[in-house]
């Protein structure tokens, strides 16, 4: 079972960074592609960004040029380097670990972590 933590949200006024980090547990994270998700109140859990294994980055139009994901296999961590903060980027962010085929294939989530931008 792999289990995946997200932590680093908080509030930041509009305009500023945040750095969030998502560390992952029980399996073989270099495996895996990473994303990450966000959900606002009222609204449909939405792509942000996500990242292969092999490294190659996907994202979402309305955070392109702003946020940066990467990862770290050494250390089984995947981060979402978030610039420019809008108050439409308030959202709980969730992590995600996926594999589609094969061998350990699987879908796993983290609990989320709150960020809010509001000035």
């Known amino acids: 079972q792999v289990h995946v933590v997200e932590s680093g949200g908080g509030l930041v006024q509009p305009g500023g960074s945040l750095r969030l980090s998502c560390v992952t547990s029980g399996g073989y994270f270099n495996i895996y592609d990473m994303g990450w998700y966000r959900q606002a109140p009222g609204n449909e859990r939405e792509f942000v960004a996500d990242?292969?294994?092999?490294?190659?980055?996907n994202y979402a139009d309305s955070v392109m040029g702003r946020f940066t994901i990467s990862r770290d296999n050494a250390k089984n961590t995947a981060y979402l380097q978030m610039n420019s903060l809008k108050p439409e980027d308030t959202a709980v962010y969730y992590c995600?670990?996926?594999?589609?085929?094969?061998?350990?294939?699987?879908?796993?989530w983290g609990q989320g972590t709150q960020v809010t931008v509001s000035s």
């Open positions: 990242i292969t294994s092999g490294g190659n980055p």
């Open positions: 995600n670990a996926r594999r589609l085929w094969g061998s350990n294939a699987g879908n796993f």
